[in-house]
Protein backbone atom coordinates (compact mmCIF):
# COMPACT_ATOMS: atom_id res chain seq x y z
CA UNK A 1 0.00 0.00 0.00
CA UNK A 2 1.36 3.29 -1.20
CA UNK A 3 1.90 5.97 2.06
CA UNK A 4 -0.38 8.23 1.61
CA UNK A 5 -0.45 12.36 2.47
CA UNK A 6 -3.84 13.61 3.30
CA UNK A 7 -5.57 17.15 2.95
CA UNK A 8 -8.42 18.10 5.16
CA UNK A 9 -9.62 21.12 3.15
CA UNK A 10 -9.63 22.69 -0.37
CA UNK A 11 -9.19 26.06 0.44
CA UNK A 12 -6.67 28.13 -0.78
CA UNK A 13 -4.12 26.27 2.05
CA UNK A 14 -5.55 22.89 0.97
CA UNK A 15 -5.11 23.23 -2.99
CA UNK A 16 -1.88 24.86 -2.65
CA UNK A 17 -0.68 21.79 -0.43
CA UNK A 18 -1.54 19.47 -2.90
CA UNK A 19 0.08 21.04 -5.76
CA UNK A 20 3.34 21.21 -3.94
CA UNK A 21 3.34 17.97 -2.33
CA UNK A 22 2.60 16.52 -6.36
CA UNK A 23 5.38 18.79 -7.37
CA UNK A 24 8.03 17.74 -5.06
CA UNK A 25 6.53 13.87 -5.64
CA UNK A 26 7.26 14.80 -9.43
CA UNK A 27 10.80 15.71 -9.12
CA UNK A 28 11.81 12.69 -6.88
CA UNK A 29 9.96 10.26 -9.42
CA UNK A 30 8.71 7.93 -6.97
CA UNK A 31 5.63 5.65 -7.64
CA UNK A 32 5.07 4.74 -3.72
CA UNK A 33 3.37 7.53 -2.41
CA UNK A 34 0.17 9.15 -2.64
CA UNK A 35 -1.71 12.40 -2.26
CA UNK A 36 -5.15 12.71 -1.34
CA UNK A 37 -7.53 16.03 -0.23
CA UNK A 38 -10.75 14.96 1.32
CA UNK A 39 -13.09 17.74 1.61
CA UNK A 40 -17.28 18.37 0.35
CA UNK A 41 -16.77 19.63 -2.93
CA UNK A 42 -14.08 19.63 -5.40
CA UNK A 43 -14.01 23.39 -6.16
CA UNK A 44 -12.10 26.30 -4.43
CA UNK A 45 -14.69 28.68 -2.97
CA UNK A 46 -13.20 32.64 -3.49
CA UNK A 47 -14.35 33.00 -0.02
CA UNK A 48 -12.54 37.23 0.45
CA UNK A 49 -15.31 37.62 -2.63
CA UNK A 50 -18.35 36.43 -0.49
CA UNK A 51 -19.14 40.32 0.02
CA UNK A 52 -19.85 40.54 -3.35
CA UNK A 53 -23.44 39.98 -5.26
CA UNK A 54 -23.43 36.33 -7.48
CA UNK A 55 -22.10 34.97 -4.73
CA UNK A 56 -22.89 31.18 -6.25
CA UNK A 57 -20.12 31.91 -9.20
CA UNK A 58 -17.04 32.87 -6.66
CA UNK A 59 -15.48 29.23 -7.45
CA UNK A 60 -13.05 27.64 -9.32
CA UNK A 61 -13.30 23.67 -9.83
CA UNK A 62 -10.16 22.24 -9.30
CA UNK A 63 -11.05 18.60 -9.95
CA UNK A 64 -9.46 18.32 -13.44
CA UNK A 65 -6.30 20.50 -11.62
CA UNK A 66 -6.25 17.62 -9.27
CA UNK A 67 -6.27 14.89 -12.32
CA UNK A 68 -3.57 16.46 -13.89
CA UNK A 69 -1.31 16.64 -11.24
CA UNK A 70 -2.15 12.92 -9.80
CA UNK A 71 -3.98 13.71 -6.76
CA UNK A 72 -6.94 11.81 -5.80
CA UNK A 73 -10.34 13.80 -4.35
CA UNK A 74 -12.05 12.16 -1.94
CA UNK A 75 -16.13 13.66 -1.20
CA UNK A 76 -16.74 14.03 2.15
CA UNK A 77 -17.20 16.08 5.65
CA UNK A 78 -14.06 15.30 7.88
CA UNK A 79 -15.57 14.65 11.28
CA UNK A 80 -12.58 13.09 13.78
CA UNK A 81 -8.84 12.90 13.81
CA UNK A 82 -7.19 10.04 15.29
CA UNK A 83 -3.62 11.05 15.70
CA UNK A 84 -2.27 7.90 17.49
CA UNK A 85 -3.97 5.46 15.05
CA UNK A 86 -2.96 7.83 11.75
CA UNK A 87 -6.63 7.94 10.68
CA UNK A 88 -9.40 10.02 9.79
CA UNK A 89 -13.18 9.67 9.93
CA UNK A 90 -15.62 11.39 7.56
CA UNK A 91 -19.14 11.58 6.17
CA UNK A 92 -18.86 10.47 2.18
CA UNK A 93 -21.55 12.12 -0.29
CA UNK A 94 -24.11 9.80 0.91
CA UNK A 95 -23.97 10.45 4.34
CA UNK A 96 -21.91 6.99 5.35
CA UNK A 97 -19.20 7.15 7.67
CA UNK A 98 -15.97 6.18 6.15
CA UNK A 99 -12.66 6.24 7.31
CA UNK A 100 -8.90 6.87 5.69
CA UNK A 101 -5.47 6.44 6.85
CA UNK A 102 -2.54 8.48 6.73
CA UNK A 103 1.19 8.94 7.14
CA UNK A 104 1.56 12.83 6.96
CA UNK A 105 -1.82 14.85 7.85
CA UNK A 106 -2.31 18.94 6.37
CA UNK A 107 -4.77 20.22 8.00
CA UNK A 108 -6.08 22.90 6.02
CA UNK A 109 -9.79 22.80 7.16
CA UNK A 110 -9.73 26.82 7.07
CA UNK A 111 -12.07 28.56 9.89
CA UNK A 112 -15.30 29.69 10.57
CA UNK A 113 -17.32 33.50 11.83
CA UNK A 114 -17.31 33.69 15.37
CA UNK A 115 -20.81 33.55 16.70
CA UNK A 116 -20.74 34.47 20.72
CA UNK A 117 -23.63 33.98 22.44
CA UNK A 118 -25.86 36.67 21.31
CA UNK A 119 -29.24 37.02 21.79
CA UNK A 120 -31.15 36.59 18.46
CA UNK A 121 -27.76 36.34 16.90
CA UNK A 122 -27.98 32.76 15.34
CA UNK A 123 -31.63 33.20 14.50
CA UNK A 124 -31.71 36.59 12.94
CA UNK A 125 -28.16 37.54 11.82
CA UNK A 126 -26.37 36.98 8.86
CA UNK A 127 -22.69 36.25 7.28
CA UNK A 128 -20.16 36.42 4.41
CA UNK A 129 -18.53 33.81 6.33
CA UNK A 130 -18.91 30.86 3.98
CA UNK A 131 -20.85 30.51 0.28
CA UNK A 132 -23.85 29.30 1.56
CA UNK A 133 -24.42 31.82 4.11
CA UNK A 134 -23.12 34.45 1.82
CA UNK A 135 -26.15 32.89 -0.93
CA UNK A 136 -28.80 33.17 2.18
CA UNK A 137 -28.21 36.69 2.75
CA UNK A 138 -28.40 37.16 -1.29
CA UNK A 139 -31.67 36.04 -1.52
CA UNK A 140 -32.65 38.13 1.72
CA UNK A 141 -31.52 41.32 -0.29
CA UNK A 142 -33.39 40.43 -3.01
CA UNK A 143 -36.86 39.57 -1.38
CA UNK A 144 -36.50 42.70 0.33
CA UNK A 145 -38.30 44.11 -2.65
CA UNK A 146 -41.17 42.53 -1.86
CA UNK A 147 -41.87 43.92 1.68
CA UNK A 148 -43.72 47.36 1.87
CA UNK A 149 -40.93 50.42 2.07
CA UNK A 150 -39.73 51.21 5.61
CA UNK A 151 -37.10 52.34 7.48
CA UNK A 152 -36.57 48.77 8.69
CA UNK A 153 -36.42 47.49 4.95
CA UNK A 154 -33.82 50.15 3.95
CA UNK A 155 -31.81 49.95 6.73
CA UNK A 156 -28.54 47.20 6.92
CA UNK A 157 -26.56 46.81 10.16
CA UNK A 158 -22.89 45.65 9.96
CA UNK A 159 -21.42 44.68 13.04
CA UNK A 160 -18.06 44.44 13.10
CA UNK A 161 -15.46 47.16 11.92
CA UNK A 162 -12.70 44.87 10.22
CA UNK A 163 -11.79 44.03 7.17
CA UNK A 164 -14.61 41.91 6.27
CA UNK A 165 -16.91 44.18 7.71
CA UNK A 166 -15.67 47.84 5.70
CA UNK A 167 -15.80 45.74 2.63
CA UNK A 168 -19.39 44.45 3.21
CA UNK A 169 -20.33 47.85 4.60
CA UNK A 170 -19.34 50.27 1.05
CA UNK A 171 -20.15 47.05 -0.85
CA UNK A 172 -24.00 47.22 0.12
CA UNK A 173 -25.25 50.36 -0.79
CA UNK A 174 -25.26 49.59 -4.24
CA UNK A 175 -25.75 46.22 -3.96
CA UNK A 176 -29.32 47.19 -1.86
CA UNK A 177 -30.48 49.93 -4.52
CA UNK A 178 -29.67 47.44 -7.31
CA UNK A 179 -33.06 45.28 -6.00
CA UNK A 180 -34.53 48.59 -4.52
CA UNK A 181 -34.27 51.16 -6.68
CA UNK A 182 -31.74 54.22 -7.55
CA UNK A 183 -33.54 56.49 -5.27
CA UNK A 184 -34.14 54.31 -2.15
CA UNK A 185 -32.93 55.74 1.07
CA UNK A 186 -30.74 53.79 1.94
CA UNK A 187 -28.88 53.42 5.55
CA UNK A 188 -25.73 51.19 6.26
CA UNK A 189 -25.09 51.40 9.91
CA UNK A 190 -21.62 50.07 11.38
CA UNK A 191 -21.27 48.73 14.36
CA UNK A 192 -17.79 48.80 16.48
CA UNK A 193 -16.39 48.65 19.60
CA UNK A 194 -12.90 50.21 18.82
CA UNK A 195 -12.97 54.25 19.35
CA UNK A 196 -13.25 55.79 15.63
CA UNK A 197 -14.07 54.90 12.15
CA UNK A 198 -10.91 52.16 10.88
CA UNK A 199 -8.89 51.78 13.66
CA UNK A 200 -8.20 47.98 13.07
CA UNK A 201 -6.78 48.93 9.89
CA UNK A 202 -4.16 51.14 11.18
CA UNK A 203 -3.79 55.06 10.81
CA UNK A 204 -2.44 54.52 7.08
CA UNK A 205 -5.47 54.24 5.52
CA UNK A 206 -8.01 55.18 8.23
CA UNK A 207 -8.79 58.88 6.04
CA UNK A 208 -9.51 56.51 3.06
CA UNK A 209 -12.06 54.18 5.22
CA UNK A 210 -13.64 57.21 5.99
CA UNK A 211 -13.62 58.86 2.46
CA UNK A 212 -15.39 55.63 1.33
CA UNK A 213 -17.91 55.23 4.07
CA UNK A 214 -18.97 58.89 3.67
CA UNK A 215 -19.29 58.84 0.19
CA UNK A 216 -21.41 55.38 0.09
CA UNK A 217 -23.58 56.75 3.31
CA UNK A 218 -22.43 54.33 5.71
CA UNK A 219 -22.88 55.43 9.88
CA UNK A 220 -20.11 54.09 11.71
CA UNK A 221 -21.31 53.97 15.37
CA UNK A 222 -17.92 53.30 17.13
CA UNK A 223 -16.89 52.45 20.98
CA UNK A 224 -20.58 50.28 21.24
CA UNK A 225 -21.77 46.96 20.65
CA UNK A 226 -24.44 44.67 19.29
CA UNK A 227 -25.59 43.05 22.45
CA UNK A 228 -29.56 41.96 20.88
CA UNK A 229 -30.60 41.01 17.76
CA UNK A 230 -33.69 40.16 16.59
CA UNK A 231 -36.47 40.42 13.47
CA UNK A 232 -36.96 43.86 13.58
CA UNK A 233 -33.29 45.25 14.53
CA UNK A 234 -30.53 45.38 16.60
CA UNK A 235 -30.56 46.49 20.73
CA UNK A 236 -26.86 48.60 21.36
CA UNK A 237 -24.85 48.21 24.70
CA UNK A 238 -26.18 51.58 25.05
CA UNK A 239 -29.69 50.62 25.33
CA UNK A 240 -30.35 52.58 21.73
CA UNK A 241 -32.72 50.05 19.34
CA UNK A 242 -31.87 50.39 15.84
CA UNK A 243 -34.92 49.02 13.61
CA UNK A 244 -33.14 46.95 10.45
CA UNK A 245 -34.30 43.86 8.28
CA UNK A 246 -30.76 42.86 7.23
CA UNK A 247 -27.75 42.61 10.42
CA UNK A 248 -24.70 41.50 9.14
CA UNK A 249 -22.34 40.05 11.42
CA UNK A 250 -18.50 40.12 11.08
CA UNK A 251 -16.93 40.34 14.28
CA UNK A 252 -14.18 38.01 13.97
CA UNK A 253 -13.33 34.26 12.88
CA UNK A 254 -11.77 30.97 14.54
CA UNK A 255 -9.96 28.01 13.17
CA UNK A 256 -11.59 25.23 12.49
CA UNK A 257 -13.04 23.03 15.14
CA UNK A 258 -10.96 19.78 13.54
CA UNK A 259 -8.40 21.75 15.49
CA UNK A 260 -9.01 20.81 19.08
CA UNK A 261 -8.69 16.97 17.99
CA UNK A 262 -5.06 17.40 17.30
CA UNK A 263 -2.91 17.63 20.92
CA UNK A 264 -1.00 21.34 20.47
CA UNK A 265 -0.33 24.63 22.01
CA UNK A 266 -3.32 27.28 20.32
CA UNK A 267 -3.68 30.75 19.98
CA UNK A 268 -6.41 32.80 21.32
CA UNK A 269 -8.09 31.88 17.51
CA UNK A 270 -7.95 28.23 18.33
CA UNK A 271 -4.97 27.83 15.66
CA UNK A 272 -2.59 24.98 16.25
CA UNK A 273 1.21 26.31 17.05
CA UNK A 274 3.76 24.98 14.16
CA UNK A 275 7.30 25.14 13.48
CA UNK A 276 8.92 26.91 10.38
CA UNK A 277 7.93 23.66 8.87
CA UNK A 278 4.19 23.84 9.67
CA UNK A 279 4.44 20.90 11.94
CA UNK A 280 2.11 21.21 14.76
CA UNK A 281 4.37 21.23 17.43
CA UNK A 282 4.76 18.28 19.58
CA UNK A 283 3.07 16.62 16.33
CA UNK A 284 5.42 14.09 14.49
CA UNK A 285 2.82 13.25 11.50
CA UNK A 286 0.70 16.35 11.23
CA UNK A 287 1.06 19.78 9.54
CA UNK A 288 -1.51 22.64 10.06
CA UNK A 289 -1.75 25.26 7.64
CA UNK A 290 -3.60 28.27 6.62
CA UNK A 291 -6.41 29.28 9.08
CA UNK A 292 -5.75 26.87 10.95
CA UNK A 293 -2.19 27.73 11.74
CA UNK A 294 -0.31 30.24 13.76
CA UNK A 295 2.82 30.30 12.53
CA UNK A 296 5.66 32.94 12.40
CA UNK A 297 6.15 34.71 8.86
CA UNK A 298 9.15 36.58 9.87
CA UNK A 299 11.81 37.41 12.77
CA UNK A 300 10.29 39.95 14.25
CA UNK A 301 7.40 38.70 15.90
CA UNK A 302 4.06 38.63 13.11
CA UNK A 303 2.42 35.46 12.38
CA UNK A 304 0.95 35.11 9.81
CA UNK A 305 -3.05 36.33 9.52
CA UNK A 306 -6.30 34.37 8.34
CA UNK A 307 -6.37 35.63 4.66
CA UNK A 308 -5.56 34.27 1.54
CA UNK A 309 -2.62 36.39 1.03
CA UNK A 310 -1.03 34.24 3.98
CA UNK A 311 -2.58 30.91 3.07
CA UNK A 312 -1.39 30.44 -0.52
CA UNK A 313 1.98 30.39 0.31
CA UNK A 314 1.43 28.82 3.29
CA UNK A 315 0.28 25.93 1.29
CA UNK A 316 2.97 25.77 -0.89
CA UNK A 317 5.38 25.26 2.06
CA UNK A 318 3.23 22.58 4.05
CA UNK A 319 2.65 20.40 1.15
CA UNK A 320 6.11 20.67 0.25
CA UNK A 321 7.26 19.76 3.79
CA UNK A 322 4.74 16.89 4.46
CA UNK A 323 6.03 15.44 1.24
CA UNK A 324 9.91 16.03 1.99
CA UNK A 325 9.07 14.37 5.43
CA UNK A 326 8.24 10.92 3.45
CA UNK A 327 11.18 10.96 0.91
CA UNK A 328 13.67 11.80 3.83
CA UNK A 329 14.88 15.44 2.03
CA UNK A 330 14.82 18.87 3.64
CA UNK A 331 12.18 20.70 4.40
CA UNK A 332 11.81 24.71 3.62
CA UNK A 333 11.34 26.62 6.17
CA UNK A 334 8.13 29.24 6.04
CA UNK A 335 8.82 32.79 5.83
CA UNK A 336 6.47 35.73 4.31
CA UNK A 337 7.59 38.92 5.76
CA UNK A 338 6.17 40.98 3.16
CA UNK A 339 2.87 42.25 3.83
CA UNK A 340 0.17 44.02 2.16
CA UNK A 341 -4.02 45.05 2.59
CA UNK A 342 -5.94 45.85 -0.27
CA UNK A 343 -9.02 47.09 1.28
CA UNK A 344 -12.23 47.62 -1.03
CA UNK A 345 -14.25 50.47 -0.17
CA UNK A 346 -17.08 50.08 -2.45
CA UNK A 347 -17.80 52.72 -5.12
CA UNK A 348 -15.29 54.90 -3.92
CA UNK A 349 -12.73 52.81 -4.52
CA UNK A 350 -10.11 50.50 -2.63
CA UNK A 351 -7.29 51.20 -0.69
CA UNK A 352 -3.75 49.49 -1.09
CA UNK A 353 -1.17 50.03 1.82
CA UNK A 354 2.14 48.22 2.66
CA UNK A 355 4.34 47.05 5.75
CA UNK A 356 2.49 46.10 9.78
CA UNK A 357 2.16 49.49 10.17
CA UNK A 358 0.27 49.66 6.49
CA UNK A 359 1.62 52.39 4.84
CA UNK A 360 -0.63 53.73 2.14
CA UNK A 361 0.68 53.24 -1.64
CA UNK A 362 -2.49 53.42 -3.85
CA UNK A 363 -5.92 54.94 -2.69
CA UNK A 364 -9.43 54.97 -5.15
CA UNK A 365 -9.14 53.90 -8.23
CA UNK A 366 -5.16 53.15 -8.71
CA UNK A 367 -6.26 50.77 -5.35
CA UNK A 368 -9.73 49.21 -7.17
CA UNK A 369 -7.71 48.42 -10.23
CA UNK A 370 -5.17 46.48 -7.99
CA UNK A 371 -7.89 44.92 -5.81
CA UNK A 372 -9.49 43.42 -9.05
CA UNK A 373 -6.36 42.27 -10.70
CA UNK A 374 -6.10 40.30 -7.19
CA UNK A 375 -9.55 39.08 -6.58
CA UNK A 376 -10.49 38.11 -9.84
CA UNK A 377 -6.89 36.90 -10.97
CA UNK A 378 -3.76 36.14 -8.51
CA UNK A 379 -6.20 34.53 -5.63
CA UNK A 380 -7.27 31.42 -8.44
CA UNK A 381 -5.49 28.57 -9.02
CA UNK A 382 -3.92 27.70 -12.05
CA UNK A 383 -5.30 25.75 -15.23
CA UNK A 384 -5.30 21.65 -15.41
CA UNK A 385 -1.79 21.77 -16.97
CA UNK A 386 0.31 19.61 -15.25
CA UNK A 387 3.57 21.52 -15.88
CA UNK A 388 2.32 25.06 -14.97
CA UNK A 389 0.40 24.01 -12.35
CA UNK A 390 3.54 22.26 -10.97
CA UNK A 391 5.51 24.88 -11.60
CA UNK A 392 3.43 27.54 -10.02
CA UNK A 393 3.48 25.13 -6.72
CA UNK A 394 7.33 26.03 -6.00
CA UNK A 395 7.38 27.46 -2.06
CA UNK A 396 9.87 29.38 -3.00
CA UNK A 397 8.21 31.41 -5.37
CA UNK A 398 8.36 35.02 -3.85
CA UNK A 399 5.24 36.33 -3.12
CA UNK A 400 3.46 38.39 -0.64
Not at 32 to 53: G, K, N, T
Not at 314 to 321: E, L, P, Q, V
Amino acid sequence: MKSNILIIGAGFAGVWSALSAARLLDQAQRDDLSISVLAPQPELRIRPRFYEADVHSLKAPVGELFEAVGVRFITGNAEAIDAEGRSVSYRDANGQHQQIAYDRLILAAGSQVARPPVPGLAEHAFDVDQMESAMKLEAHLVGLAALPASPARHTVVVCGGGFTGIETATEIPARLRAVLGSDTPVRVVMVDRAEHAGAALGAGITPSIIAACEQAGVQWLAGTSVVAVDAGGVTLDNGEYIASKTVIWTVGVKASPLTAQVAGERDALGRLKVDDHLKVIGQAHIYATGDTAWAAVDELGNHALMTCQHAIPMGRHSGNNAMADLLGVAPVAYRQPKYVTCLDLGEWGAAYSEGWARELKLQGEEGKALKRQINSVWIYPPAADRALALAAADPMIAIV
